[in-house]
């Protein structure tokens, strides 16, 4: 069973940037579509973005398009989530899932506040 481990979220001032990672434990993880799902407080699961297996495509909500930028090192197993003019709307737990949702890190919280 694979495993997904995130890192990088902090709290960051409005307008700031974050790098987020998500590292997987198999090397399988080449194989699989990745998906970037954040959840802010009291509110259900928000679908982010998306990447191909392979790095091809790449898919936004229109709520974070032109600000976040997904991307994958399949050599180091390694899924990023770049942020960019973060907005205190952006406020949430960012988790990685691969494929249809299979497997699931534990999150990283991204707070954005002045």
């Known amino acids: 069973e694979m495993q997904l481990v995130e890192s990088g979220g902090g709290l960051v001032q409005p307008g700031g940037s974050l790098r987020l990672s998500c590292a997987a434990s198999?090397?399988?993880?080449?194989?699989?579509?990745m998906s970037w799902v954040r959840q802010a407080p009291g509110k259900g699961p928000e679908w982010v973005s998306r990447i191909t297996f392979d790095g091809a495509d790449t898919y936004y909500a229109d709520s974070v398009k032109g600000r976040f930028t997904i991307s994958r090192d399949n050599a180091k197993n390694t899924l990023y989530l770049q942020i960019s003019n973060l907005k205190p709307e952006d406020t949430a737990v960012y988790y990685c899932a691969a494929g249809g949702y299979v497997y699931w890190g534990q999150g990283t919280q991204v707070s954005v506040s002045s």
């Open positions: 198999e090397n399988t993880f080449g194989g699989y579509n």
